[in-house]
T-cell receptor, first 118, second 109 residues
Framework: GAVVSQHPSRVICKSGTSVKIECRSL??????MFWYRQFPKQSLMLMATSNEGSKATYEQGVEKDKFLINHASLTLSTLTVTSAHPEDSSFYIC??????????????FGPGTRLTVT | RKEVEQDPGPFNVPEGATVAFNCTYS??????FFWYRQDCRKEPKLLMS???SGNEDGRFTAQLNRASQYISLLIRDSKLSDSATYLCVVRKAGTALIFGKGTTLSVSS
């Protein structure tokens, strides 16, 4: 089946630094990728929709200047958390739209990146 | 009101028990419905899609009632390996998945 990878799987950084997370579709092209964030014991919350070759669409309440998304190719989207603070510590998960199954596209999830900001 | 609501549990059941999870969604424009399973500190994995006619996959049965905007998941003959968080998920056409908070299941021997 389709595979989505994320790198790094875990990162610890100091407050004020920036962290880049990569999301790759390994055996298929993904024109659309999604970035989610999950705090402990909470649901996955959609942060933004990333479209190849165009600007990302951010959900209400998500700062686009803080969470920079770049989707420069059909297999790679990156999320950069700029000037990270402890409250940005979370589990970040990307997903990619795959092939059509019926009238919907199946979505494949990456393994997630656990960010801890100290 | 949240788009997808679930009873968070936890549900603590013995092996072999039958357990049912419920979910309601608020957006009548939702078109696709799923149950995902998430293990601790892992990404969610698709368990099954949910259709109005109801569908079954082994010990798992899912039902959708569009009129009442209600989704259910029934697990029969629970196994220890079923212990996880079960996420109710909906999607409108062409948009990302919207996740419920999840229902935690713990199966004990």
């Amino acid at each position: 089946g389709a595979v989505v990878s994320q790198h790094p799987s875990r990162v610890i950084c100091k407050s004020g630094t920036s962290v880049k997370i990569e999301c790759r579709s390994l055996d298929f092209q993904a024109t659309t990728m999604f970035w989610y964030r999950q705090f402990p014991k909470q649901s996955l919350m959609l942060m933004a929709t990333s479209n190849e070759g165009s600007k990302a669409t951010y959900e209400q309440g998500v700062e686009k200047d803080k969470f920079l998304i770049n989707h420069a190719s059909l297999t790679l989207s990156t999320l950069t958390v700029t000037s990270a603070h402890p409250e940005d510590s979370s589990f970040y998960i990307c997903s990619a739209n795959g092939v059509l199954v019926g009238s919907a596209r199946e979505q494949y999830f990456g393994p997630g990146t656990r960010l801890t900001v100290t | 009101r949240k788009e997808v609501e679930q009873d968070p549990g936890p549900f603590n059941v013995p092996e072999g028990a039958t357990v049912a999870f419920n979910c309601t969604y608020s957006n009548s424009a939702s078109q696709s419905f799923f149950w995902y399973r998430q293990d601790c500190r892992k990404e969610p994995k698709l368990l099954m899609s949910v259709y109005s006619s109801g569908n079954e996959d082994g010990r798992f049965t899912a039902q959708l009632n569009r009129a009442s905007q209600y989704i259910s998941l029934l697990i029969r003959d629970s196994k220890l390996s079923d212990s996880a968080t079960y996420l109710c998920v909906v999607r409108k056409a062409g948009t990302a998945l919207i996740f419920g908070k999840g229902t935690t299941l713990s199966v004990s021997s």
